[in-house]
């Protein structure tokens, strides 16, 4: 059954990008492990020919008519950036130094 | 005037109606009790006094030229702070969103704006609602008034002591697990959770879309209906928003709050009782069911065999969700944006992976793992899957129950509040106090929890759940406002009358 290793941790908050300390990691990789051990037993409670549910009440599809509505400004939108050039989201570097 | 502060809203909304109080007294009643307890309590992460009272101010011009905007026109409310308020700060109990001002209203605020409701304040939350005690708020954790020294519930434990401390007659949680009923149970108050989609979402800082639903924190029931209809109903923002007409839920709760309740049938769930239950919390819920008995309801004992694993299947489901929405906080548009130590010229990646350590607390980091995991190939099938596959079983248990009553009962929570600290780095622990609330959530169907009395063993308080069939939240108002009724009439005044006073803040 699961067995969630150091190192995969690792590779999760890898992919999840969340640097973690290595301290972090000595703590939360044992809690980890405990908690998918107990969430483990599902795997076998429901049988093949059971649906699955991804929302709690059947959904339909919504749609509205095709017209403008009100949005942000640019200014609102803006507002809450932490860098901000030329009315536009100032971000860091997108690629490598080699690109 | 301090009184004030001790009336029901809907009391307050005769004494504006009858020209005893204002609304602008009524609201500087509020802050003015916030100012003197919440140095103790630490409910409230934000308080607008300027806006609370501008908004009272208009409510009294309102009612001196003879109009209203709702039934609460006046009464003032906290919101949590996971509920966009535009012009006020939204962090979420989260470092990453520490300061951050939406440029919008969620649907929730809009709608009570409109009604007049003065807004006291954003309320203290577990980080991105993801606890059990508040303790996961990265601005520290909320007391609760019966106790300091112990948690108030959560994740909504600052809605819930708002009220039990008197700050705010009302307050507006989200129960994704049972974050408004589960606070409430140990807070001695009330909260209800709204059949999924009977509250717009749209404004809602998601943890688990599929889950998520914001309801009122009250001291009454007929308040918490009061409320539930200003906020409710369909919203074009929210495509899962149901497009039907709420149901009659102040009606529900004036007729049920006559203590009648002949006829009804109601199922005690008999995997959400016993074992795993405080003796206390047990006996005052037997007790209340005894009530109902001698009120003129037929009990029976109903079987969800499904619900044992609500737990497992929950803490899949949530955090793949969880994993999923909280991908938006990358540190680009909005937020915290950290620059990692030592690194020159550092990568958009390099700032995320920085940004996500240190604005995420530990609780956020262990379920965003986990629903990385659990969404990885090659586990997906197993337990995400599985996850939504038992999640209709867990549906399938609810309709049959639902065909034998027309509501189930259950202690709220498996215990009354616990010390701040106790279960802190134990999360298995801590998630085991939704056990019993997680069900209606997976289900979608409407819940509310009402103060049972408190617990022989440590005198706090403990409360009685109530879940009705989709679409019927009339019936939770009934039988909540019934519970509430024979046993105040029982205990000769409301539970909160018997919490401690609290000493006013020196600090």
């Not at chain 2, 609460?72 to 535009?86: H, M, Q």
Request: some cysteine; aromatic content about 4%; proline content about 6%.
């Amino acid at each position: 059954m699961p067995d969630i290793s150091r190192d995969e941790v690792s590779h999760l908050a890898d992919l999840a990008r969340i640097d973690l300390s290595d301290a972090e990691l000595d703590h939360l990789a044992p809690q980890l492990a405990v908690i998918l051990e107990s969430i483990a037993s599902i795997s076998a409670v429901a049988a093949d020919d059971v649906p699955p549910t991804s929302h709690a009440l059947p959904l339909t599809n919504v749609f509205r008519e095709d017209v403008a509505r009100p949005g942000l400004t640019a200014e609102q939108a803006l507002a809450g950036a932490p860098a901000v050039e030329e009315q536009r989201f100032m971000v860091p570097r997108i690629l490598g130094e080699e690109a | 005037m301090s009184d004030l502060t001790r009336r029901t809203a809907a009391e307050l909304v005769d004494a504006l109606a009858a020209g005893e109080t204002t609304s602008v007294e009524v609201t500087q009643a509020s802050l003015d009790r916030i100012a003197e307890v919440d140095g103790a309590v630490h409910a409230f992460l934000h308080v607008d006094a300027e806006g609370a009272l501008a908004a009272a101010r208009a409510a009294d011009e309102r009612r001196a030229s003879g109009t209203s905007a709702s039934a609460l026109d006046g009464v003032p409310i906290a919101v949590k702070d996971v509920l966009a308020t535009e012009g006020l700060p939204t962090t979420c109990g989260s470092r990453i969103l520490e300061g951050w001002v939406p440029p919008y209203d969620a649907t929730v605020v809009a709608r009570l704006r409109a009604a007049g409701l003065p807004i006291l304040g954003k309320t203290n939350m577990d980080e991105f609602a993801m606890g059990s005690s508040t303790e996961h708020s990265a601005y520290g954790p909320t007391h609760n008034p019966w106790d300091l020294d112990r948690i108030p519930g959560g994740s909504g434990g600052g809605s819930a002591a708002a009220v039990a401390a008197f700050e705010a007659p009302l307050a507006i949680g989200t129960d994704t697990g049972g974050s408004i009923r589960q606070p409430g149970a140990v807070t001695g108050t009330v909260g209800v959770k709204p059949t999924y989609g009977g509250v717009s979402r749209y404004g809602l800082v998601a943890l688990a879309n599929s889950l998520d639903q914001a309801g009122p924190v009250t001291r009454t029931v007929l308040d918490a209906a009061l409320l539930h209809e200003i906020i409710g109903g369909h919203d074009p923002l929210d495509s899962t928003s149901i497009d039907q007409p709420l149901p009659a839920l102040v009606e529900a709760a004036r007729q049920g709050a006559t203590g009648d309740v002949k006829g009804l049938r109601v199922g005690v769930v008999k995997e959400l009782t016993g074992e795993g239950y405080q003796a206390g919390v047990q006996q005052r819920f037997d007790e209340a069911v005894q009530l109902l008995v001698e009120a003129g309801a037929e009990v029976v004992e109903v079987s969800c065999p499904t619900f044992v694993h609500a737990l497992a299947t929950y803490y899949l489901i949530l955090p793949a969700e969880a994993s999923s929405n909280l991908a938006k906080f990358d540190a680009m548009r909005y937020g915290l944006r950290v620059l990692p130590e030592g690194v020159e010229a550092p990568s958009a990646e390099e700032v995320m992976r920085a940004t996500r350590d240190r604005g995420f607390g530990d609780e956020v980091k262990r379920r965003i793992i986990l629903g990385t995991y659990a969404l990885s190939s090659g586990y997906y099938d197993a337990y995400y899957g599985q996850a939504q596959k038992v999640r209709t079983l867990i549906s399938r248990d609810f309709a049959a129950a639902f065909e034998q009553a027309d509501v189930l009962v259950s202690p709220t929570a498996p215990t009354t509040a616990f010390k701040l600290g106790e279960k802190l780095d134990d999360p298995l622990a801590m998630y085991l106090n939704d056990l019993a609330t997680i069900p209606a959530n997976l289900a979608g169907v409407p819940g509310i929890s009402v103060p049972s009395g408190l617990a022989d063993e440590d005198g706090l308080p403990a409360g009685v759940q109530v879940l009705a069939p989709a679409l019927a939240d009339d019936r939770v108002y009934r039988v909540g406002a019934a519970l509430e009724t024979l046993l105040t009439d029982r205990w000769g005044g409301s539970l909160l009358a018997k919490a401690p006073a609290l000493e006013g803040a020196s600090a």
